[in-house]
């Protein structure tokens, strides 16, 4: 594998997660505004 | 075009997999488990959300921690077998993104306990994970032999901040539940140390058998536990628990005690003859979860 490869599929893969992880935080974030307003799920 | 065996592993972006070991995943699981348990046995409930995102921002701290002990003590975990494959020593990611990794983590995990929950548990998480870096790894592990008995405390903070995080305050089931990790934490890790002292002597710590010898450490790691015990049965007959705690307790403790004195009666200075020291570690870990699982069954069968 070249290094360029390799360092193209890492940057994609941490993207990813990163992404992944900034979708969730903003659902906990609604899900924590609902809470606190009292209304509970 | 340089091939990838020929390059340093460090020029590389960090995969995404280094940053997860980083967290030390296995020691966050029982951080996360004693945080949850001392949670579920406070005397009202949060709305689920809230709940799994305290218990979310322990785990965060945790990671924190580990990501910044691993940070600062790079050099110390290259010369330690146990230790040499973490992405650091190894070689796989630079230093400086470990820090802000460690950094990020713990300052994001207190800034969403605080709006999450209440700024006591905010402020008790902060201070878990400053006590862990700042005393326990900075401070005391490369000074002194007690390091151990002191940066214990660290351990002991997520039952306190799980109780805090429901109720707004302190009790005195979740400080109860502080002292067991607390004194549970010299005999856990004396244990270990016996049979990876020659690690810890090569890396220069001062751990208890490398600094007073292994039988010294054997008769501590008996005194500790006694406490340990009482501490663990303290509930029942201080009516925090109930009888189904208090008997479980006491029989969880005598084991715990049985195996403490066979080590302590335990002659072997060579790893290869320590089964009665990795027999205790081994049970210690059953040991926190067994007694913390029996308190919340304790506590929901009483309600």
Redesign the interface.
Same mark, same amino acid.
């Given at each position: 594998? +070249? $290094?360029?490869d390799?360092?193209v599929r +890492?940057?994609r &893969? +941490?993207a990813r997660?990163v992404a992944l992880l900034l979708g969730a935080f903003v659902v $906990?974030l609604f $899900?924590?505004t609902? &809470?606190?307003t009292g209304m509970?799920? | 075009?340089?091939? @990838?065996e020929m390059?340093n592993p460090a020029a590389?972006? #960090?995969?995404?997999r280094d940053f997860l070991a980083l967290t030390k995943p296995r020691v966050m699981s029982l951080v996360v488990f004693s945080g949850l348990c001392g949670l579920l046995v406070a005397p009202v409930q949060l709305?689920p959300?809230?709940s799994f995102?305290a218990i @979310?921002c322990i785990a965060l701290a945790a990671g924190a921690c580990g990501a910044l002990n691993q940070w600062y003590e790079v050099d110390v975990d290259a010369k330690m077998r146990r230790t040499a494959k973490r992405p650091l020593p190894a070689g796989r990611m630079d230093r400086q993104s470990a820090l802000h990794f460690g950094v990020g983590l713990g300052g994001f995990s207190v800034l969403l306990m605080g @709006? #999450?929950t209440n700024w006591l548990a905010a402020i008790l998480l902060a201070a878990s994970i400053l006590f862990y870096v700042l005393v326990y790894t900075v401070w005391l592990k490369p000074r002194t032999a007690q390091n151990i008995v002191i940066g214990g405390a660290a351990g002991a903070f997520p039952p306190l901040i799980g109780w805090v995080a429901v109720t707004g305050h302190f009790a005195a089931l979740p400080l109860l539940l502080f002292a067991i990790i607390f004194l549970w934490t010299p005999p856990h890790f004396w244990a270990l140390s016996l049979f990876v002292r020659s690690d810890y002597a090569a890396a220069g710590i001062p751990m208890l058998p490398v600094v007073a010898g292994v039988g010294n450490t054997r008769r501590q790691i008996f005194f500790y536990t006694l406490p340990m015990a009482a501490a663990a049965v303290a509930p029942w007959p201080l009516g925090l628990s109930g009888v189904v705690y208090g008997v479980s307790a006491a029989v969880l403790s005598f084991v715990f005690l049985v195996l403490a004195a066979r080590v302590a009666a335990n002659r072997a200075t060579e790893p290869a003859q320590m089964d009665a020291e990795k027999h205790l570690f081994a049970y210690s870990v059953f040991y926190l979860f067994a007694l913390f699982a029996v308190l919340v069954a304790d506590r929901w069968l009483a309600w």
């Amino acid at each position: 594998m +070249r $290094l360029e490869d390799e360092v193209v599929r +890492r940057q994609r &893969a +941490r993207a990813r997660i990163v992404a992944l992880l900034l979708g969730a935080f903003v659902v $906990l974030l609604f $899900l924590i505004t609902i &809470a606190k307003t009292g209304m509970n799920w | 075009m340089p091939s @990838l065996e020929m390059t340093n592993p460090a020029a590389l972006p #960090a995969d995404w997999r280094d940053f997860l070991a980083l967290t030390k995943p296995r020691v966050m699981s029982l951080v996360v488990f004693s945080g949850l348990c001392g949670l579920l046995v406070a005397p009202v409930q949060l709305p689920p959300v809230l709940s799994f995102t305290a218990i @979310l921002c322990i785990a965060l701290a945790a990671g924190a921690c580990g990501a910044l002990n691993q940070w600062y003590e790079v050099d110390v975990d290259a010369k330690m077998r146990r230790t040499a494959k973490r992405p650091l020593p190894a070689g796989r990611m630079d230093r400086q993104s470990a820090l802000h990794f460690g950094v990020g983590l713990g300052g994001f995990s207190v800034l969403l306990m605080g @709006l #999450a929950t209440n700024w006591l548990a905010a402020i008790l998480l902060a201070a878990s994970i400053l006590f862990y870096v700042l005393v326990y790894t900075v401070w005391l592990k490369p000074r002194t032999a007690q390091n151990i008995v002191i940066g214990g405390a660290a351990g002991a903070f997520p039952p306190l901040i799980g109780w805090v995080a429901v109720t707004g305050h302190f009790a005195a089931l979740p400080l109860l539940l502080f002292a067991i990790i607390f004194l549970w934490t010299p005999p856990h890790f004396w244990a270990l140390s016996l049979f990876v002292r020659s690690d810890y002597a090569a890396a220069g710590i001062p751990m208890l058998p490398v600094v007073a010898g292994v039988g010294n450490t054997r008769r501590q790691i008996f005194f500790y536990t006694l406490p340990m015990a009482a501490a663990a049965v303290a509930p029942w007959p201080l009516g925090l628990s109930g009888v189904v705690y208090g008997v479980s307790a006491a029989v969880l403790s005598f084991v715990f005690l049985v195996l403490a004195a066979r080590v302590a009666a335990n002659r072997a200075t060579e790893p290869a003859q320590m089964d009665a020291e990795k027999h205790l570690f081994a049970y210690s870990v059953f040991y926190l979860f067994a007694l913390f699982a029996v308190l919340v069954a304790d506590r929901w069968l009483a309600w």
